[in-house]
């Protein structure tokens, strides 16, 4: 029983309101209908009614509430369905769920990621060496370039892997496997499962990604295996390595003292594979985009690499020091979320299980939303995370202007409670926040130390490609490489350290 009713368009028997959003964008449609509808509407989609909520206020009682936890539906309950112990597709119940995250949290400590610099400068140097060789006259396609990176990068740094996209022309098997399977969870998880019945060519393509994407992480896995059986007992063990893979094949949960099944594991390669690029790649891209297009930001960044950084290598310890990028970068996530959603539901607890409470989790249980409007045990509350990052009564009457001003550590830290929702949260909070930071703080300042960017077309306007995660769509750039930057011995001057390459001048 609703208590007072909640905003939303009228549906239609049998779909609902399926006619209200694009199938292609569905988070662009959510976007329209709350400038629409406001801060909370209703929609009735795959035959249940679901909430969507925009605004701070309501935002923050869902994140805050102790009966709202992560809800597994639409795509994402489509995922749980070929990724059972996934991390970020299984249930917060589920034992799997608990076990790998805590034997995974200790690889996404701060030491750890920085561990993994050498390495995501090593991917970062192969974007570089190809833009400086096509020139300043060809235009770039940059999603397609960024997508290579961050997949090669979490390959490495995460499974010791190297995919080598840079040499490739066409994306990589597993990237478009799991893209086309996604795509089709995306369109099950809003229409009638009778209607996903009858689609058999599609069930099939889907079946075949999914066994191609299983088998090729099998793969990788018995490689792995088979290279530490080999191996002798020297220094150099790779079951010393401090990445996702050892932890998965040699940590035992504190917790249970349990290692990972087979099966987990390849759920959280593929988990893996696939959250750890897909996200980072739109956050370098949008960068790119709202930087070349405000020129005072873009100024701003490149005299703080300058003075920062210099013509040198770039270290870790530089990525301290760079805190208009990193305003940069946040300014990016608020504007353009990579991840645009996340959905949450009054779920009940386990200690109320436990103590025998009886919490019905039926449609006569509901909580108030903002102690107006009523939302029931299991149903679901998505939260629209780029209309969330726009709520000008938070960020301002520009609030849809790029202005990294704003998201300085300082003003970050008045910002209303979860105004602010990137990184999704509580215990479902993104696990690789930081890692994501990081390997984008070091690409953008090497991209931006050693070329300057321009529009291929300057009248472009950000469009977004239909997929799951927010990605500019047909964004091209021209790079030049810096007047004193000198394309034979950029190689070099990515890894030596100016003061190396200094004193070496002067032994000369
Ligand atoms: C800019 C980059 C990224 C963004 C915006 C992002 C965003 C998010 C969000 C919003 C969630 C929560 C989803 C939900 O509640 O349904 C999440 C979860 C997750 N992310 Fe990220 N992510 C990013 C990068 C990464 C990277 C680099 C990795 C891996 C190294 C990663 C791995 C994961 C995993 C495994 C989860 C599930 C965690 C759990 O539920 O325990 N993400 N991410």
Redesign the pocket.
């Known amino acids: 029983m609703e208590h007072e009713p909640i905003p939303g368009p009228a549906g239609w028997p049998l779909i609902g309101n399926l006619r209200d959003i694009d199938l292609n964008n569905t988070v662009q449609s959510f976007m329209a209908l709350a400038d629409e509808f406001g801060p909370i509407y209703k929609l009735r989609l795959g035959g249940t009614d679901r909430l969507f909520l925009s605004n701070h206020v309501f935002v923050d009682e869902v994140c805050t509430r102790k009966e709202y936890g992560?809800h597994i539906m639409g795509a994402?309950g489509a995922l749980a369905q070929v990724l059972p112990d996934g991390?970020?597709s299984a249930q917060t119940a589920q034992k799997t769920?608990g076990q790998a995250?805590r034997t995974l949290n200790p690889v996404?400590t701060p030491g750890t990621i920085r561990s993994m610099f050498p390495e995501m400068l090593d991917v970062t140097s192969q974007l570089v060496l190809k833009w400086a060789r096509h020139g300043p006259k060809t235009p770039i396609d940059v999603s397609a370039d960024m997508t290579r990176l961050t997949l090669d990068t979490?390959a490495l740094t995460?499974m010791d892997t190297r995919f080598n996209s840079f040499y490739h022309d066409e994306v990589h098997p597993f990237v478009r496997s799991f893209g086309d399977m996604f795509s089709e969870m995306q369109r099950r998880s809003n229409r009638p499962a009778w209607y996903t019945a009858l689609q058999w060519t599609a069930n099939r393509k889907f079946e075949e990604n999914n066994t191609f994407i299983r088998d090729f992480c099998a793969d990788v896995l018995a490689y792995r295996r088979e290279r530490e059986s080999e191996e002798e007992n020297g220094e150099q063990l790779l079951s010393n390595r401090k990445d996702?893979f050892t932890a998965m094949l040699h940590r035992r949960d504190p917790v249970t003292d349990e290692q990972l099944d087979d099966s987990v594991i390849i759920d959280n390669m593929i988990?893996?594979l696939f959250?750890?690029?897909d996200?980072?790649s739109?956050?370098l891209s949008f960068l790119l985009f709202h930087l070349v297009r405000n020129r005072n930001a873009y100024k701003k960044l490149q005299d703080e690499i300058d003075s920062v950084i210099g013509t040198g290598a770039l270290t870790v310890d530089h990525l301290d020091k760079l805190s208009y990028l990193k305003a940069c970068l946040y300014e990016t996530?608020r504007l353009d979320?990579?991840?645009q959603a996340?959905?949450v539901t009054p779920q009940v607890q386990r200690d109320d299980k436990e103590e025998g409470k009886d919490v019905k989790m039926d449609l006569e249980s509901v909580l108030l939303l903002g102690g107006r409007y009523s939302i029931s045990y299991g149903q679901s509350a998505i939260v629209i995370?780029p209309s969330l990052h726009r709520d000008k009564s938070v960020f301002g009457e520009d609030a849809n202007a790029f202005r990294p001003e704003r998201m300085t550590k300082e003003k970050m830290d008045k910002l209303p409670r979860n105004s602010f929702?990137?990184?999704?949260?509580g215990?479902?909070?993104?696990?690789?926040?930081n890692?994501?930071l990081q390997?984008?703080m070091v690409t953008a300042a090497v991209l931006f130390q050693k070329f300057d960017f321009d529009l291929v077309d300057p009248d472009y306007q950000l469009q977004y490609q239909p997929s799951l995660n927010r990605k500019p769509n047909g964004l091209f750039v021209y790079a030049r490489l810096r007047p004193k930057v000198d394309i034979l011995s950029l190689h070099r001057d990515l890894f030596v350290p100016a003061v190396d390459k200094h004193s070496k001048e002067q032994d000369a």
């Open positions: 992560k994402v991390l970020f769920w995250r996404f979490i995460a996702v988990t893996f959250a750890g690029h996200t980072t739109g956050l996530l979320p990579p991840a996340f959905a995370i929702k990137p990184f999704g949260n215990v479902r909070t993104c696990i690789g926040s890692f994501a390997e984008a």
